[in-house]
Each structure stands twice: as C-alpha cells, then as structure tokens.
C-alpha cells in the first residue's frame, strides 16, 4: 500500500462527510440542527389552543398528532393530513422517534405529567401556561428542563412582544421611581356556565353520570386526576374552573398580566401572600377574589406590595384622564412608582406613562432588551435551531407558575400564608403545605 500524508487523508475523509446526510433520527438525541433544517414537531392536545400553535409553526414539519378527543380535535387532524394520530401521548413518544420537539395544549392537570415524559424521551417542549397545575410539579419541570439541556417555552405570548420590554426598559431608566405597589388584575371570571339538560347546580360535582362519548377518552383525559364519572361540565374548556383540572383565571391570564411585573421588577420568592373572596367550595374556584403578595427588598428594588384582583378591578387612579380605558377592557397591570405611574394591558401591551401629557414629556431611553422577530412560537423555534435559551423557557416561567399557584393556595384558604420559597413549604402551616404536591392516581407520575 502506498503510503498518503496525513493532510491528504484528511482532506479526502473530509470530501467525503461533506457529501454525506445524516438524519437526525439517526444520530438519536439533542443534536446539532442547521437552521436552515426543518425541525420535526408534535402536537399534544390539539383541540383548543393547541391549534394556534401548530399554525405559528408551519414553518417545521409538523409530524405526530397527539388528543384524547377525535371529535374536538377534528379540525386540527384534517389540517394536518400527513401527521399521525395518536390518543394516548406515551405510545407517541415511544414509537414515533423522528419526533424533535412538542407542543403541549392539554388541561393544566396533565401538563407536567406530559412535559416531563417529553423532557424524558430527549424532546424540546413548548407547553402552555400555566406550566403546571401545583408548585412541585413546577420546581421539578425547571429543574429536569435544565439538566437535560432541552430548549423550553411556555405559552405566555406577551413575553416575547414589544410592550413588555418597554415596560422593563422605562423601569430600568427610572421612569417612575421605585416602585413598591402594583395592582394587576383580570375582570373575567370563569364561571362554569349552566348545562342545557342537566338540573345538577353549576358550582357542585354533577349527580348524573352521562355515557362517555365514543370519540373521547375519559380515562386518559383525567390522567393523574383522582377517577370521577365523565359530565359535559368538565370537558372540553370548562375544565379551567375546577380545582382539580383548572388553575383559575389567576393560572390562565394570571400568567400573562403577571409576566411584566415579574420581569420588570425581578421578583423572585414572596415572603408572604395571602388572599379575601367572594365565596368558597372544594370543587370550584371562587368567582373573585384580592391576592396580595409581599416581597422583600431585592438588588436594587425596594420592598413590594403585589396585588391581584380576580374578577375585579381596582380603583381607577385619579391621574387616569376622563375617557381613557384602565388598562385592557379585560384586564392589567398599574405599576405606582414614587415619580409617576406606569399602565399596560393584559399581555404587557399598550405601556404609557399617566397622564398621556407625562408620557408625551419623557425621553425613550434607547432600547436595549434584544427583540423578537416573528411569534413567541417561532422564538422557541429559532433556539432550539440555533441552540441558545427561548425567552420565557422553564427557568424564567417555572417560578412565575409557581407565583400564581402560591395565590390559589391562598384563595383555598382565605388567610394570610409565610412562604419559604428556598425550602418549597409554608412556615409551620401543614394546612397549606398539602396543596403544595398534589397525589396521583394510581398509575401516573412524574
């Protein structure tokens, strides 16, 4: 054999990669992908919001369909006609390997049983707020969604527009002073609405017990929920008003209204939250309710006073000139500094200084937050093809579900709660400690 230089063998094994295609699904795993590839994504929970998703990322393959209702997810299959289809969401995680990455739009109560069996299986995940349905499930997404280096995002579309950065800019420039008070609210409500035909009272566990519709799968619907007979009431959207599938408009929109102050003001842990409502059972949320949280002076803040008002509004500031909407008409935030007062709408949108003539005088800092081309969709997109961090992955939005989730547990209640946040327990109250982790039904687990 003659002898090659080392440089030519070189040079020719490379020649010879360079011409190569590997599949992803061959390499197995998190791997490098080129963005100019196209990423392969699943949907799990495709009848609801879960559709608006896929849309916003059409730009990929979208490969597996995965629900637990044929009928409320029919549209979505029909528009998707190459995806497979899928009820139960493990036997497409276990069969289907060329899936990269998951979109999860299912009830509160079975998102973290469904992220972290994607984390598992090596997928990237993009998952609905509230990322979970307790505060455990929420330390231990962040914690596993880390180790793994998977690329997250949670469904909070705010958090990637252009309002929420001015917001964190303007307070950042001192815009307003500092800031100890901020009334966030929602005036929706989610009232589970009477059922034509059923003469059980709408806020009680329903006595009729409904044959289960062919095309549903009651069982895989309840997931790690304790086992009750199937009733229109629950499903499909009415779930988010039940304690034990839904996390209230505090969970859903709270989670939205809530992303500017959280990042705006770095919060971290309350030391404190405790919470007044309008009424109370076991079985469902109550229909308003005042949630204040207390927070320690942090680098640079001052102490705070958080307040969130479920199904009201707070007063209306006096500065608020006549004929001008507070906030959104569906709800907001009112940050009050020492110098001025600061006023967006629900996602962070529509940020002014009040009153208007105050806005008109101040100087825009230049902008110096990195901004998001295209939807909080394709930001989660785009980090995972270039490897870097989306803007609200589970690091940033496992604490500020565990933030609003610390407001329901106060609701149940109805009293003042210490939190220790570092230990993940309240201070000697084993009251509220219990709504903490929530128990599974036999079978299902993180």
């Not at 469904?155 to 901020?182: K, N, T």
Request: some cysteine.
């Amino acid at each position: 054999m003659s002898a090659i230089s080392r440089r030519k063998f070189v040079g020719s094994a490379a020649a010879v990669l360079g011409s190569m295609i590997v599949p992803r699904s061959v390499l197995g795993g998190r791997g490098y992908i080129s963005p100019s590839d196209k990423l392969n994504v699943a949907g799990i929970g495709v009848g609801g919001m879960g559709s608006s998703n896929l849309k916003n990322v059409e730009t990929e393959n979208i490969v597996a369909l995965c629900d637990v209702d044929d009928d409320y997810a029919a549209k979505t299959f029909a528009a998707y006609p190459g995806a497979k289809r899928y009820r139960d969401f493990r036997r497409m995680l276990d069969e289907q390997k060329d899936i990269d990455a998951v979109i999860i739009a299912t009830p509160d109560h079975t998102h973290a049983v469904i992220t972290m069996a994607a984390i598992k299986a090596g997928k990237h995940v993009y998952c609905q707020k509230p990322l979970t349905h307790d505060i455990y499930e929420a330390r231990q997404l962040a914690v596993a969604a880390q180790k793994s280096k998977a690329v997250t995002q949670m469904g909070i579309q705010g958090h990637s527009g252009e309002g929420i950065r001015l917001i964190c800019e303007w307070i950042g420039d001192d815009a307003i002073g500092e800031v100890r008070e901020v009334e966030a609210w929602s005036s929706l409500t989610y009232y589970p609405p009477g059922h034509e035909g059923w003469s059980s009272p709408c806020r009680t566990r329903p006595e009729e017990k409904p044959p289960v519709p062919a095309t549903l799968d009651w069982d895989l619907w309840l997931g790690p929920a304790a086992y009750r007979p199937y009733h229109p009431c629950y499903h499909p959207a009415v779930w988010r008003c039940w304690w034990d599938f839904g996390s209230g408009m505090l969970g859903d929109r709270g989670c939205h209204t809530l992303d500017p102050v959280f990042w705006a003001l770095k919060l971290g842990f309350p030391q404190s939250v405790e919470a007044s409502r309008t009424d109370f059972n076991e079985e469902t949320h109550p229909i308003a309710a005042i949630v204040t949280y207390q927070f320690e002076a942090r680098e640079g803040f001052p102490p705070l006073t958080l307040r969130w008002y479920d199904g009201l509004r707070p007063p209306r500031p006096p500065e608020l000139e006549d004929g001008r909407m507070f906030g959104h008409d569906e709800g907001g935030v009112l940050f009050k500094g020492e110098k001025g007062q600061l006023m967006c709408g629900v996602y962070g949108d529509s940020p002014r200084l009040i009153p208007e003539s105050r806005m008109k005088a101040y100087p825009l800092p230049i902008p110096s937050l990195p901004r998001v081309v295209g939807t909080h969709e394709q930001d989660w997109i785009r980090a995972i093809k270039n490897g870097t961090q989306s803007g609200a992955d589970f690091s940033y939005s496992g604490p500020l579900t565990e933030l609003v989730l610390l407001g329901n547990i106060a609701k149940r209640l109805d009293r003042k709660l210490s939190w220790d946040g570092k230990n993940m327990k309240f201070v000697q109250d084993l009251e509220a400690d219990k709504y903490v982790r929530s128990a599974y039904r036999q079978g299902w687990s993180l």
